[in-house]
């Protein structure tokens, strides 16, 4: 089946600095990629829809040019959280929809998540 | 951001009880999805709904797109220690494009089963 990996797992970093997260659908080609954002024993919440080779579109409330996304490939989004701060801290997903295995014509295909937490 | 309504927050039930959960919406949706996480992971598709009054299983699982396609249901029969985890419902609002249709997730139910 599909497969999609983030990049790291898991990153701690100081405030202030920045840091990049790369999801990659692995065997299969992701024109549109969502990041999610999930704070502790809460929902998943779209931050953002990737968009390859064009700008991303931001959803109410998120922060464009504190959440930087590029999209330069068919399998490669990233998501650069700029001057992070502590209540950055979160986990975050990506997912890209793919051809399904199941009855019905797609599914999104989430990666494992990447766990940032800002000191 | 627009969420679901989840019900029952969470619950606590003995390993071969069943469980029903169901989720809610002001707004009619075109597909319903039903997703497990486990800790420190993605979730993972369940079961897809893509018709209203579509019923459909997939082992222990069984889930329903409502008539008034503002609702769903998870049904787990016979739950074990492995079905422990939160589950999420997921809505799409339109068809245009599967590329580009985005998600609304539920509040999410948490489910522990004690053997």
């Known amino acids: 089946g599909a497969v999609v990996s983030q990049h790291p797992s898991w990153v701690i970093c100081k405030s202030g600095t920045s840091v990049k997260i790369e999801c990659r659908s692995l065997d299969f080609q992701a024109t549109t990629m969502f990041w999610y954002r999930q704070f502790p024993k809460q929902s998943l919440m779209l931050m953002a829809t990737?968009?390859?080779?064009?700008?991303?579109?931001?959803e109410q409330g998120v922060e464009k040019d504190k959440f930087l996304i590029n999209h330069a490939s068919l399998t490669l989004s990233t998501l650069t959280v700029t001057s992070a701060h502590p209540e950055d801290s979160s986990f975050y997903i990506c997912?890209?929809?793919?051809?399904?295995?199941?009855?019905?014509?797609?599914?999104?295909?989430f990666g494992p998540g990447t766990r940032l937490t800002v000191t | 951001g627009q969420q679901l309504n989840q019900s029952p927050q969470s619950m606590f039930i003995q390993e071969g009880e069943d469980v029903s959960m169901n989720c809610t919406s002001s707004?009619?949706?075109?597909?319903w999805l039903w997703y497990k996480q486990d800790p420190g992971e993605g979730p993972v598709l369940l079961i897809a709904l893509y018709k209203a009054g579509e019923l459909t299983s997939n082992g222990r699982l069984t889930a329903q797109f409502g008539i008034t396609r503002k609702d769903s249901f998870l049904n787990i029969s016979a739950s074990i220690p492995s079905d422990v985890g939160i589950y999420f419902c997921?809505?799409?609002?339109?068809?245009?494009?599967?590329?580009?249709?985005?998600?609304?997730f539920g509040t999410g139910t948490r489910l522990q089963v004690f053997p």
């Open positions: 990737s968009n390859e080779g064009s700008k991303a579109t931001y």
């Open positions: 997912s890209a929809p793919g051809t399904s295995g199941l009855r019905g014509p797609y599914e999104q295909y």
């Open positions: 997921a809505g799409q609002t339109e068809l245009i494009s599967y590329n580009t249709d985005k998600l609304i």
């Open positions: 707004s009619i949706f075109n597909t």
